[in-house]
């Protein structure tokens, strides 16, 4: 159980007066959001921590925005929060920095979109359980394999329901389609056989805990109020009866904050929460939302992320905490991005190079950059469909003109399967180039 903040007057304490290196410290306090276990160590000589506390708060309530008014859930709007948005809208919305992250080729960002599509479902679905490796995931949806159990069902659900949200992100919000969302990413994956798709009852006693020691850290409102909840929650999304402009990007993170906080269902809240983030940025035209892999980041910082629901929580519903940590990891992972591209943008004019070879395309300058890359690697069809996003006859072409031209040769893997590998003038074929 984290530590619980003093309880702290509401009216307003006048820092005007105060030293700069006060001033300065509780700014560095409030630029990062912190919580009052990270405060109460840092009190300048000649104040209690309670003292500290009470001026960060009162700094905070200045520029307090109140986001659901039921709960009294709200946050203080900082510089770096805005900032930050600012700096976002320049990368994330419409064509802004487009130039400078995805080459002009529509192939080259299709493939990049797969990839991280893939990485979100993966890294979303393991976050709630799914044990199974990246590799194997990967490989699953690349090929089109059937899941083999519930953590591969978890994944292909995470992934066709991202691709859903891509394909209807203008609509407007229903609560029948939250319902929907949430059993397209639950079916045949839960426990509860029947809770797909449907509202938590009031039988089933929900309660956010740690398993292991048996802590209760967080009892969601009675499910009594949930249809209340998702026709406000709608409004909410679809921007109807608002009375106060809150930044997009900050109230797509509200939108993953309160169904976490409310959990309307039995299981798969998490997975429901980040889905419908993703489909509100993608409503506001923050397109490029969709090539970052969020889950991947939360997952590296998973106790942090658990740690912001409970700061929120613990200090009056305060969901700066939360609003601050889902920024960061917006950051890391559009860098992560950003290197992601820069690394198969060097790969790519390895495989270009490959093109002087004369007579082949340059999907097939990539195959023999595999090759080159991984000299016992053993190619199948559905490998190219997974990599280069093509049919299997587009895919199937693609290996046997290389093995006509004498680049890779043919053998067969159980009598049906024909599989590829570097034939034996492989490598004196693409030393000149190379």
Aim: charged share 25%.
């Amino acid at each position: 159980m984290i530590e619980q903040p003093p309880h702290t007057t509401t009216a307003t304490i006048d820092t005007s007066n105060e030293s700069e290196e006060l001033k300065n410290l509780i700014s560095s306090i409030n630029s990062r959001y912190l919580y009052w276990s990270d405060v109460k160590y840092r009190m300048p000589s000649g104040m209690t921590d309670i003292e500290l506390w009470s001026k960060v708060k009162s700094v905070r309530n200045l520029t307090d925005v109140k986001v659901w008014t039921q709960n009294n859930i709200h946050f203080s709007l900082t510089n770096t929060m805005q900032r930050m948005c600012h700096e976002f809208d320049m990368n994330f919305g419409g064509s802004w920095g487009a130039s400078k992250i995805f080459p002009d080729n529509k192939t080259a960002q299709e493939l990049y979109l797969i990839s991280s599509i893939m990485e979100e479902a993966i890294a979303s679905s393991q976050m709630e359980g799914a044990a199974t490796t990246r590799e194997a995931a990967k490989e699953m949806l690349r090929k089109k394999i059937s899941p083999k159990d519930k953590s591969q069902r978890m994944i292909l659900n995470n992934y066709n329901t991202i691709n859903f949200i891509r394909d209807h992100a203008k609509e407007s919000l229903t609560p029948a389609c939250i319902m929907q969302i949430h059993g397209m990413m639950t079916e045949n994956a839960l426990d509860i056989p029947d809770a797909a798709g449907r509202l938590r009852r009031d039988d089933e006693n929900i309660v956010v805990g740690n398993g292991i020691i048996g802590e209760i850290v967080h009892t969601p409102p009675a499910a009594e109020c949930l249809n209340e909840f998702l026709n406000s929650l709608c409004a909410f999304f679809n921007d109807e009866n608002t009375g106060i402009f809150i930044h997009p990007i900050i109230k797509a993170i509200t939108i993953h904050f309160l169904v976490g906080y409310y959990h309307p269902f039995a299981d798969g809240n998490g997975r429901t929460a980040r889905a419908l983030f993703y489909w509100y940025m993608m409503k506001s035209n923050y397109w490029l939302v969709q090539y970052l892999s969020i889950s991947r980041i939360i997952k590296g910082s998973k106790k942090s992320y658990e740690k912001a629901f409970l700061y929120s929580e613990a200090d009056g519903n305060d969901i700066g905490y939360f609003v601050q940590y889902n920024l960061d990891v917006l950051l890391k992972s559009f860098d992560a991005l950003s290197r992601y591209i820069k690394r198969k943008n060097d790969e790519r004019k390895k495989s270009e190079k490959l093109l002087h070879l004369g007579n082949i395309t340059a999907r097939q300058a990539e195959i023999l950059s595999l090759c080159i890359e991984n000299p016992d690697i053993v190619l199948v069809s559905t490998d190219i469909v997974g990599k280069f996003g093509v049919t299997h006859n587009t895919a199937k072409s693609d290996l046997r003109n290389l093995t006509e031209k004498g680049y890779l040769s043919e053998i067969s893997l159980n009598g049906r399967t024909k599989g590829y590998i570097r034939s034996s003038n492989f490598g004196q074929m693409v030393s000149k180039i190379r």
